[in-house]
């Protein structure tokens, strides 16, 4: 049996798999997208027998479905960690979405800014984000460090920058 027939033949069942076990129907689209995805990639793994193809199409969006659960466990621990990072500078006011965060990135390295950004803002370890930046984790780990303290600094000198210009405002009324 071709992935298409088997795919046509299973479709509203695997929908209301992740229907019923995700949040909302976009979240269980997406992860019905990311089977087909995975199917189409390994469609020579799959068994040519109707029932056994079937099995192996649930098997497989039983993973798609454990992934997306870890996926999102990650992020919600990497906005937790941003959270805790940025309340603990002085200038901690909309963490991912401040004009000072964002500018204090901009003034970063730009591979330290990006280590940044995929671990707090896009939710990766930081293993992941070497993989993506192609480098090396240990790597990847002493520069999100330097990152962070770097961060930290610029945010305290726009802190005292800030600080410094109303009092020469106040001043000089």
């Not at 979240?27 to 056994?52: C, F, H, M, N």
């Not at 000072?100 to 970063?108: I, Q, S």
């Not at 280590?115 to 520069?143: C, F, K, M, Q």
């Amino acid at each position: 049996m071709s992935l298409q027939e088997l795919v046509q033949r299973n479709a509203n069942d695997l929908l209301r798999y992740f229907q019923r076990r995700l949040a909302n129907r976009e979240d269980a689209a997406e992860a019905y997208g990311e089977l087909l995805l995975t199917a189409w990639k390994l469609r020579r793994k799959i068994p040519s027998d109707g029932t056994q193809g079937r099995m192996w199409l649930f098997a497989t969006a039983h993973n798609v479905l454990r992934d997306s659960r870890r996926a999102s466990a990650r992020r919600l621990a990497a906005v937790d960690r941003l959270a805790s990072d940025m309340r603990a500078m002085p200038t901690a006011v909309d963490a991912a979405d401040s004009i000072e965060v964002r500018d204090a990135l901009a003034r970063l390295p730009e591979e330290d800014a990006e280590l940044i950004r995929l671990t707090y803002w896009d939710g990766l370890a930081s293993h992941e984000a070497a993989s993506v930046l192609g480098i090396n984790p240990s790597t990847a780990r002493s520069r999100l460090a330097r990152a962070r303290q770097q961060l930290r600094d610029a945010l305290e000198e726009d802190d005292t920058e800030r600080k410094g210009t109303a009092n020469a405002r106040a001043a000089a009324v």
